[in-house]
């Protein structure tokens, strides 16, 4: 992985602005075709201090942040349309992945504001979605092109979050209501437990420039992703056709090993990775990137948000 700053950052000399307050035509215009060209902006040496000072240059940069619906990982409402980041154990690694490629609607930007960096490792991985595009087997691309790609879920109360928490409701009929109005089957089991089916397909058009990009989470939910000593857990637990994700192809037939191996190769072909500092804030075009997690040690203190 290539170990560098993601492009030259903008600073506060390059805008003439601390990003709270209103950007003019040309300054919002150098953004956006940064953000274009790159997939990503960094934003360092602002004065960005507290959740209330990222969400105003959410805000300015992106709009109205939006709620975080159909939730796949712990996080924690800082405020309004703000979290923390994913709240996995310091010790994994978060795989690359594109923020809710799973779903029917997907935000177009993010926002990861450092307000405390970690002591050592810690980055955001980024990829370039055209070049994990670009570099993938035509084959395989075509077998997902033909068959789609179908996400499982299982709600298991003793691990992962509760249903109630990813939808937002303790009511059976608003699940089934929003599964059926977003192309998601619902199964309830006689214990009170749910199982969901969502068939999608494997690539999308992105609306600023057409281009065709690789845009899902065949990956990073499939089960060769999970570490060794994790899987082997679950499967005892639950069985493959419990866990609690996985994918498919969207006929049902397992996705082979080997395949989900070159794709999950191809995102590390197409990284880079930077340190980051107290203050900085990191827009990305959530179809054009996808972003991870590395390990880490000592406290770190990452915003998130979604426009």
Not at 11 to 33: F, G, M, V
Not at 211 to 219: G, M, S, V, Y
Not at 265 to 277: G, H, L, M, Q, W
Request: proline fraction near 6%; hydrophobic fraction near 35%; glycine fraction near 8%.
């Amino acid at each position: 992985m290539t170990e560098k700053v993601p492009d030259t950052p903008i600073t506060p000399s390059d805008l003439n602005s601390d990003l709270t307050a209103r950007l003019n035509d040309d300054q919002s215009r150098h953004i956006n075709e940064r953000l274009m060209s790159a997939g990503r902006v960094l934003f360092r040496g602002f004065p960005l201090e507290s959740t209330a000072d990222f969400a105003k240059a959410v805000r300015t940069l992106g709009g109205d942040p939006l709620p975080y619906t159909e939730r796949s990982t712990p996080r924690k409402q800082l405020e309004s349309g703000i979290y923390t980041s994913t709240e996995y154990t310091r010790e994994e690694e978060i795989f690359f992945h594109n923020e809710n490629s799973y779903q029917a609607t997907w935000p177009g930007r993010l926002f990861f504001f450092c307000q405390r960096p970690p002591a050592s490792g810690g980055a955001t991985p980024l990829a370039d979605v055209r070049q994990v595009t670009a570099s993938l087997d035509v084959g395989i691309v075509e077998e997902f092109r033909r068959r789609g790609w179908r996400h499982i879920r299982n709600y298991h109360p003793q691990i992962g979050l509760p249903w109630s928490e990813v939808f937002g409701t303790t009511s059976r009929e608003a699940v089934d209501l929003y599964c059926g109005d977003n192309g998601i089957q619902t199964h309830w089991n006689s214990d009170g437990t749910l199982r969901t089916v969502a068939d999608r397909v494997a690539l999308h058009r992105h609306p600023g420039n057409g281009d065709e990009l690789w845009f899902n989470h065949i990956a990073f939910f499939h089960w060769t992703t999970i570490p060794e000593r994790v899987i082997g857990v679950l499967e005892e637990l639950f069985g493959r056709s419990g866990l609690p994700n996985n994918t498919v192809y969207g006929d049902g037939a397992e996705i082979p090993a080997e395949v989900c191996a070159h794709i999950r190769e191809k995102y590390r072909e197409a990284a880079t990775r930077f340190d980051y500092r107290r203050g900085d804030l990191l827009m990305i075009d959530n179809m054009l990137t996808a972003h991870g997690r590395e390990p880490y040690e000592g406290e770190r203190q990452i915003a998130v948000a979604m426009t």
